[in-house]
């Protein structure tokens, strides 16, 4: 079983198995073409390590997905299980950012997986032992069975169930695209390379107030209209146990009265001029929906950094809180179609 940080959240990485952790030894960046604009690396490099090593080399180029377990995901675990973040909006999953992948198939054989046009594929399909097979394998597969690919699966890209056969489906394909989400159950992945995209110049944050937590969810979509980078909710119950935590209260500078809940909203932008722009947006469109009762603009990089500080450590507050009664997780990475966010919290509450 490969393992990367081992943070996958349903016991992906600790069934009982032969454990291949990459972490000690597989964690180098193997190549960097930053006019391409990609990376090759080895599968247990951790993201945060990466970030580091572009921020030093190529500061203008990032990975997408951006998982808030960044501090430990892998970027293998990030392929293994289709890992996406904060800026799902912007840049989707792993699948659309892994471009080729050296992998080891079930017999240890060593393939190559990369974008092919239909001859490059048929020139596998003819090649000897596992590595034809596979191809000869796909291609039946996706004759017998492309009906029901194309029918039945589902047009929302939210989601990571089942094998991504669908991208398959192209003319040009790459069998490394099918290794996302598969969760090491395909082949073990000993090298990958991904495309890397701009990292904003500037961000700047719009943080909407609501009296009510239905009445901020019920604001997403037309929150979504602005085109925002990330919007992340905070509810009013995690706000007064920050307030009340020790080391906590003078961080919530960005929170005004007792809100119900904030939507916190991020825009990139070249200039500041632009991100006023964008700030301006929100507020007239909110405005003329008549949602939100105050937007708190957050421009400084080292405030920003404190909202998105507060919001990450603020869920670890809320499994801490004393008492009998603690929160269980029970509901991981539902994918809800935002004009329904706000029923379907009121229905699980
Ligand atoms: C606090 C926290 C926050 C999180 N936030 C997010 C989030 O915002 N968005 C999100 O999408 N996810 C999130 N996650 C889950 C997230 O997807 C994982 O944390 C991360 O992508 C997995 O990386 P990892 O290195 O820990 O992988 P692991 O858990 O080690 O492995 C993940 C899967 O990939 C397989 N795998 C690992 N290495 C390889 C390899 N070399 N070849 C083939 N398969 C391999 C494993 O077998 C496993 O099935 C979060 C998890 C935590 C704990």
């Known amino acids: 079983m490969p393992r990367g940080g081992g943070s996958s959240l349903a016991g992906q990485t600790v069934g009982e198995a032969l454990v291949i952790d ?9 190549e960097l073409n ?6 090759r690396v080895q599968p247990g490099l951790v993201l945060d390590r990466l970030d580091r090593y572009l921020r030093a080399r190529a500061p203008h180029l990032m990975v997408g997905p951006d998982p808030a377990s960044g501090k430990r995901a892998t970027l293998g675990g990030m392929l293994g299980n289709n890992a996406t973040g904060t800026h799902s909006i912007l840049y989707g999953n792993m699948v659309r950012h ?39 394998d796909l291609d039946a597969l996706l004759t017998a069975h492309r009906d029901v690919i194309e029918r039945d699966t589902p047009r ?19 069998v490394a695209q099918l290794l996302c989400g598969s969760e090491g159950t395909l082949a073990v992945v000993t090298e990958l390379t991904v495309r890397l995209v701009d990292r904003p110049r500037r961000t700047a944050l719009g943080v909407v107030h609501f009296h009510t ?20 909710f905070f509810d009013g119950r995690s706000i007064r146990q920050a307030r009340r935590s020790p080391g906590f209260g003078h961080r919530l500078t960005f ?7 904030v939507l916190i909203t991020e825009y990139y932008g070249a200039t500041e001029a632009e991100l006023t722009g964008r700030l301006d947006e929100l507020e007239d469109t909110l405005a003329r929906a008549g949602e939100g009762y105050a937007v708190v603009r957050v421009t400084d990089p080292a405030a920003i950094a404190n909202v ?3 919001r990450t450590e603020a869920l670890g507050l809320i499994m801490n809180v004393r008492g009998d009664h603690k929160p269980v997780a029970f ?10 966010l706000a029923d379907y919290i009121d229905a699980l509450a």
């Open 22 to 30: 990459f972490t000690p030894h597989l964690d180098a960046v193997v």
């Open 34 to 39: 930053a006019e391409e604009r990609w990376v």
């Open 98 to 136: 892994v471009a080729a992948a050296q992998a080891l198939l079930d017999d240890g054989t060593p393939v190559r997986l990369e974008p092919l046009p239909p001859d490059a594929w048929a020139e596998r399909t003819r090649r000897a032992g596992r590595e034809g097979q596979l191809y000869r």
């Open 156 to 174: 929302h890209w939210r989601r990571n169930s089942g094998y991504r056969l669908e991208y398959l489906l192209g003319d040009e394909r790459n």
């Open 213 to 232: 937590r239905r009445e901020a969810l019920r604001a997403v979509p037309t929150i979504l209209g602005t085109d925002p980078s990330a919007v992340e």
């Open 255 to 261: 929170v005004e009265g007792e809100p119900g809940g």
């Open 308 to 310: 998105w500080g507060v």
């Open 331 to 340: 509901i991981e990475d539902a994918s809800v179609p935002p004009e329904h």
